[in-house]
């Protein structure tokens, strides 16, 4: 079991990385062994970026659960859906693509792409996500656009994107996680057993392996998604260590120079900065 004064000493590590930056660094580090929370500014709204994208989902399996929607819905891809998007694959592929709703679901959450964000959110609106959210305790999230504008300034007003906090976003994973095995918890989130189990599965299918997965040792599960933003780096997930849930981290940078004073892209520093909160977690909630 950790101790109070390896508690403190993991605690003050942490701190540590975010002082080391001039940014803006939020998180809420959640040591699953013990129940033990650490946060930093966990409450503070903050841009979501691609996390927000695990309520999308949450809210579309929720959908299906009450059968208004099919996971095997087939859904074509058009040319006006690769409009004002700037990631994923499918903007880059010909038109007339034919996929099922699961497929965008994949999509949109293991390589963040907002073609397949499009076709999932087309099935929703986003009052229903912004309430499904609301709904489920998630007080600090507001979906205010399916796709952000491209031209938002780097020093865009919270207003002008979906924002959410690290508290919620920790909320939400272990509310995914308990799921796996709680009826209370499946019925909170409008999903089945069968359902939860395919969100967590999403998320450890996650292709791109920056930020909190960066320093960990190779071939580490973490079910999680990122996020890219005008004013900063964002990313949330659950990391297993010998096949077991460790710990839940939702780290969120905001007010990122675009180059650091040395020289280095301030996104770099970023991304660094949450994989170095992560691996500080790795090591020290070991004991």
């Not at 946060?39 to 709204?45: C, I, K, P, T, Y």
């Not at 796709?147 to 919620?168: F, M």
Request: glycine letters at 8%.
């Amino acid at each position: 079991m950790e101790t109070l004064s390896n508690s403190h000493a993991i605690a003050e590590r942490l701190a540590e990385i975010c002082n080391a930056q001039p940014f803006v660094t939020r998180f809420s580090v959640r040591n699953l062994k013990t129940g033990e929370t650490i946060e930093r500014g966990a409450d503070e709204e903050t841009p979501s970026a691609s996390t927000r994208k695990t309520s999308i989902m949450m809210a579309a399996l929720k959908a299906v659960h009450e059968g208004r929607l099919d996971l095997n819905e087939p859904i074509t891809y058009e040319a006006r859906l690769a409009e004002e998007v700037a990631s994923g694959m499918f903007r880059y592929l010909t038109p007339g693509i034919v996929i099922s709703l699961r497929d965008a679901i994949t999509g949109m959450m293991v390589l963040s792409d907002n073609v397949c964000t499009k076709m999932v959110f087309e099935r929703l609106t986003l009052e229903e996500v912004d309430g499904y959210c609301k709904s489920i305790g998630l007080a600090g999230t507001h979906h205010r656009f399916l796709i952000p504008p491209l031209a938002l300034s780097p020093d865009h007003a919270l207003k002008s994107v979906t924002t959410t906090t690290a508290r919620d976003q920790t909320m939400l994973l272990q509310m995914i996680l308990d799921a796996q095995t709680s009826p209370a918890v499946q019925e909170r989130l409008g999903t089945s057993a069968e359902l939860s189990a395919y969100a967590l599965q999403t998320l450890k299918n996650q292709i791109l392996r920056y930020a909190i997965p960066s320093r960990l040792p190779f071939g580490t599960v973490v079910a999680h998604k990122g996020g890219t933003g005008k004013r900063g780096r964002m990313n949330a997930g659950i990391v297993y260590r010998d096949g077991t849930p460790f710990y839940i981290i939702s780290a969120y940078t905001d007010e990122v120079p675009q180059v650091m004073p040395d020289g280095t892209p301030g996104y770099t520093m970023s991304l660094e900065t949450i994989g170095r909160l992560s691996r500080a977690c790795w090591d020290g909630f070991f004991q």
